[in-house]
């Protein structure tokens, strides 16, 4: 099956956070902003997305802090002070798509969107550190014909990690969120003195591979940002 167009673009937008990476060039400058009026617009912009009638995802909102998707049942804790870049990053898929494929944005929404882009930092700004990260993105399943599991996604996405020098730390294994099952895979990535760490967590649903992620320099961090992700457990319907 062929790589996922939003995976790939995340990949390497995860390595391009590094100081001297050569993908940082690539990457498009964007506005300086203060983290509460970037959360604020892109909040506003997702839930106008999420109520569009041409909208084939629910994009989700951001509010107090946190990331929330009520389609997939799902919320996210944002760190204090952080970024967001998620409408940059799909403007810069949609564009993308259309050169690629001659698709129109709606088409390119119905394949796949990045549903969340949170950064420690804004990734323009230059830094010794890893740039902390979070990036939620969905896929429709039509564009991976015999998928049936979220493990056999892991195939394309450690291809392409290895490509761009990930080593992997531990093939994919389930892990639970909560009550919550998906598939986990660990990557790292050596920069000099510095370790780049990146887990992806993958679950289908609702007609779509919903990946998750979460990137840092120390297991630590990695892990503070995985334990920020949680689904919403529903009520159990009662019939008196």
């Not at 949609?94 to 930092?121: M, N, P, Q, Y």
């Not at 993105?137 to 998928?147: D, I, K, Q, R």
């Not at 996604?153 to 919550?180: L, N, S, W």
Request: aromatic share 8%.
């Amino acid at each position: 099956m062929g790589f996922g167009r939003v995976v790939f673009s995340l990949l390497c937008s995860c390595l391009a956070l590094l100081v001297g990476s050569p993908l940082r060039a690539q990457a498009p400058a964007q506005p300086s902003s203060s983290s509460s009026s970037t959360s604020s617009a892109s909040s506003k912009q997702a839930r106008k997305a999420a109520s569009g009638a041409d909208s084939p995802l629910d994009s989700g909102t951001v509010s107090a802090g946190g990331y929330r998707n009520a389609a997939f049942g799902l919320t996210c804790k944002i760190p204090a002070g952080w970024v967001l870049r998620t409408d940059e990053m799909n403007a810069r898929d949609d564009e993308g798509a259309k050169a690629d494929a001659g698709k129109t944005a709606t088409d390119a929404g119905r394949a796949g969107r990045v549903l969340l882009a949170a950064f420690s930092r804004p990734p323009e700004v230059r830094a010794e550190d890893v740039n902390g990260s979070i990036l939620i993105a969905a896929e429709s399943t039509a564009a991976y014909p015999g998928l049936k599991e979220a493990a056999q996604y892991f195939g394309p996405v450690t291809e392409v990690a290895k490509a761009q020098g990930f080593e992997i730390e531990e093939e994919p294994y389930d892990f639970a969120v909560g009550t919550k099952k998906v598939v986990r895979g660990d990557f790292q990535k050596d920069v000099g003195t510095r370790v780049m760490r990146q887990s992806t967590l993958v679950m289908l649903a609702r007609g779509y591979v919903v990946s998750f992620t979460f990137i840092g320099g120390t297991e630590d961090e990695v892990e503070e940002l995985v334990q920020g992700l949680s689904f919403v457990v529903k009520a159990p319907i009662t019939h008196k």
